[in-house]
């Protein structure tokens, strides 16, 4: 069964880090590009940043209001994706999840139950 | 605000066919790119709902369609039945942004 489990969410502060992971399984990571997509309170989706396969480059792209702030790797020997948020401010504050996307103008064919961040004081 | 546009509620009766529109620009449905629908139900992950404009992912019901048509493209729902109520987003690429792009999303209620 493919599947996506992402963990790591939490409360933490603004100006702070936090760093969430995805856990792959029942599919060839290795081949996979992924994305994560996030979800504010009572809001819609909204794109993050996607990673292509490291035999494809292994180069992101980030949604342009988030670039510099957040990063996304991978490492295909534990068939993990994180998502590296720094200087994180309350307006982060979202469901963040974890998707399968074989390429930027693709769909999003799988995805993980999510996880949440909070950003407060 | 977004950059695919979606009206925020649409609703029916069981039984009765119901569209969703999502109206884009030149820079992304316009130029051609894919649009993909995802249903949300309350309190889970998104599912892929429609690939590539118009195809079904196995297990979808053919009762769900997608078309689209210039800078627009529409997820039409035959049939409609109570477990369809739920939020459906739409998503393509944009050439200007040089990123994926999702509309807000509509949120189907069932009569």
């Known amino acids: 069964e493919v599947q996506l489990v992402e963990s790591g969410g939490g409360l933490v502060k603004p100006g702070g880090s936090l760093r969430v992971s995805c856990a792959a399984s029942g599919f060839t990571f290795s081949n996979a590009w992924m994305s994560w997509v996030r979800q504010g309170p009572g809001k819609g989706l909204e794109w993050v940043g996607r990673i292509k396969s490291i035999g494809d480059g292994g180069t992101t792209d980030y949604a342009a209001p988030l670039k510099g702030r957040f990063s996304i790797s991978r490492d295909d020997s534990i068939n993990t994706l994180y998502l590296q948020m720094n200087s994180l401010r309350t307006e982060d504050t979202a469901v963040y999840y974890c998707t399968t996307q074989p390429g930027i103008l693709r769909e999003m064919d799988v995805w993980g139950q999510g996880t949440t961040v909070t950003v407060s004081s | 605000q977004s950059v695919l546009t979606q009206p925020p509620s649409v609703s029916g009766a069981p039984g009765q066919r119901v569209t969703i529109s999502c109206t884009g620009s030149n820079s992304n449905i316009g130029a051609g790119y894919d649009v993909h629908w995802y249903q949300q139900l309350p309190g889970t992950a998104p599912k892929l709902l429609i690939s590539?404009?118009?195809n079904r992912p196995s297990g979808v019901p053919d009762r769900f369609s997608g078309s689209n048509s210039g800078t627009s493209a529409s997820l039409a729902i035959t049939g409609l039945e109570a477990q369809d109520e739920a939020d459906y987003y739409c998503?393509?690429?944009?050439?200007?942004?040089?990123?994926?792009?999702f509309g807000g999303g509509t949120k189907l209620t069932v009569l």
């Open positions: 998503q393509s690429y944009d050439s200007s942004l040089s990123g994926v792009v």
């Open positions: 590539g404009n118009s």
